[in-house]
């Protein structure tokens, strides 16, 4: 079975502190694909990052960090210096390597209030 | 426009009127998705299309649910006799092929009364 799991439902920091939100999942398959998505208020979900299984290389891209760790089946998201427009609900989502099928299954999500 | 779209943007129906949600991917984009996205709750899918063929049905809800995309761009999400267990928000999303990012539109988020 296929579960990703967010167990921080809600999380409220201090503009210019750093949080990191947490992203378990479950998967028998080899090969798969993680995602997160950010949804502001407005609604639209906006891609933030993907990675594939084979690629456990931490990333980096100016605020956001992301660490995928396959030995404990966790893909976090690390924001340093929030900022008040990092608020949103993150939502982050497990999809596979297969023909006809690539939907995303979606964790409930981390609601993020960055106070000012 | 460059991005996913979606109309109407919001819609109220009353219980047992049939809707139709519209969503215009990315041009180019081969797969189109749609997912209901209930008040609170991460979204769940509910079909997929490669082109016009729709090769994943498995998340539609009932058979009042059904999804056309018959020139492989421009697709239909329709529910008949709408009950209040529907209400939610529908996004659509493309991608440009299997494997890749979607990208989601700004949703409809439909109300039965």
């Known amino acids: 079975a296929q579960k990703v799991t967010q167990a921080q439902t809600e999380i409220s920091v201090v503009e210019k502190e750093d949080v990191t939100l947490d992203c378990v999942y479950e998967t028998r398959d080899t090969t798969y694909y993680l995602f997160w998505y950010k949804q502001p208020p407005s609604g639209e979900l906006v891609f933030l990052i993907r990675?594939?299984?084979?690629?456990?290389q931490n990333e980096i891209s100016g605020r956001y960090s992301w660490n995928f760790q396959k030995s404990t089946s966790s893909f976090n998201f690390t924001i340093t210096a929030s900022q008040v427009v990092d608020s949103a609900v993150y939502f982050c989502a497990l999809s596979f390597d297969q023909t006809g099928a690539n939907n995303l299954f979606f964790g409930t999500g981390t609601r993020l209030t960055v106070i000012p | 426009g460059a991005g996913v779209s979606q109309s109407p943007r919001y819609k109220v129906a009353k219980r047992g009127q049939d809707v139709a949600l519209r969503c215009d991917p990315i041009s180019g984009h081969v797969s189109l998705f749609w997912y209901q996205q209930a008040l609170g709750q991460g979204p769940e899918f509910l079909t997929y299309?490669?082109?016009?063929?729709?090769?994943?049905k498995s998340g539609l809800p009932s058979d009042r649910f059904f999804a056309e995309r018959p020139e492989g761009s421009v697709s239909t999400l329709k529910i008949q006799r709408t009950q209040q267990e529907d209400s939610a928000v529908y996004l659509c999303?493309?991608?440009?092929?299997?494997?890749?990012?979607?990208?989601f539109g700004p949703g409809t988020r439909l109300t039965v009364l």
């Open positions: 990675r594939n299984s084979f690629d456990e």
């Open positions: 299309f490669q082109n016009e063929a729709q090769l994943d």
């Open positions: 999303a493309s991608s440009l092929r299997i494997g890749n990012e979607q990208f």
